[in-house]
């Protein structure tokens, strides 16, 4: 199917949640542009999907071709890809981007919980992951989106800036003693609107976004310790996938670790070898 065909019929995909949605050429080239591809990769790209396309393709099949295709042009950039988009399928819900970030911090040598409630010098306060070592301590906000084009916009900066300034009002008992907080993090798997950075930047926040800062983004501390999610795991059910995430399984390395976590899958020998040679290949 070339372009001109396509735009005059509606071509139905399956999404992993099982919902039927209009294949959008513009969603796709938004994911390619935002993972660094050229425009001229990204419109190759496109018309390798374009000609693949049928009803009822699965949004993973449609993955699987541009991965495929990027992988041929640009082997950085099919990885910025991947790992974006596996990020994003940590979702819909937000849990399982705390419990990664969690990670995260465990991977530079924190200790950590997540979904945890303290009061600040006014009102408590949840707050989604609390981390600390002998000489920090830092709790941590973090807004998931499930769509890439979705920003943290200022005022979500403005309201995590008072949520912090109250918490930095009182002590709290981590690491076997009284201590203050020492930095609030905003954390996001995708974007900052450009007022909020200025904002954040005036105020000196910490803000962690996909490919903010320069240097240290989200994407930058991902790579730097290794921690695919499971949602990388192509040979991994989205069923499957599910059942990890909700057991609070959110790395390839702890199933690595523990290989009798998939035993929770009921899955053949021949599928459960398939998953773990692609973890080890990851």
């Not at 309201?159 to 996001?188: C, H, I, M, Q």
Request: hydrophobic share 40%.
């Amino acid at each position: 199917m070339n372009p001109s065909e396509l735009a005059k019929r509606e071509v139905l995909i399956l999404k992993a949640d099982g919902k039927r949605e209009s294949f959008d050429q513009d969603k796709l080239r938004f994911s390619l542009l935002h993972s660094g591809a050229s425009e001229e990769a990204t419109e190759k790209v496109i018309t390798h999907i374009i000609a693949e396309l049928h009803d009822g393709m699965t949004t993973n099949e449609i993955y699987k071709h541009a991965f495929s295709f990027l992988h041929k042009i640009s082997k950085h950039v099919a990885r910025s890809y991947s790992l974006r988009r596996a990020v994003m399928d940590l979702g819909p819900a937000g849990f399982s981007f705390e419990k990664f970030v969690a990670e995260i911090f465990k991977a530079k040598g924190f200790e950590t919980l997540t979904d945890q409630t303290v009061l600040g010098g006014c009102v408590s306060h949840e707050v989604d992951v609390v981390a600390w070592n002998e000489k920090k301590l830092i709790m941590v906000e973090s807004k998931f989106h499930n769509e890439l084009g979705t920003k943290s916009d200022l005022k979500v900066v403005l309201y995590v800036k008072a949520r912090f300034d109250d918490l930095k009002d009182n002590v709290f008992s981590y690491g076997g003693k009284e201590r203050p907080l020492d930095e609030g993090w905003l954390v996001t798997n995708t974007k900052f609107s450009s007022t909020a950075i200025h904002y954040g930047i005036c105020k000196n926040m910490v803000m962690i976004g996909w490919n903010y800062p320069e240097k240290g983004n989200l994407q930058d501390m991902i790579e730097e310790e290794g921690l695919h999610p499971i949602t990388c795991l192509n040979s991994l059910s989205v069923v499957n996938r599910r059942a990890l995430l909700e057991s609070g399984i959110v790395l390839c390395s702890t199933v690595k670790k523990d290989l009798s976590l998939l035993k929770v899958l009921h899955e053949d020998k021949e599928k459960v070898d398939a998953i773990i040679k692609e973890i080890n290949e990851l």
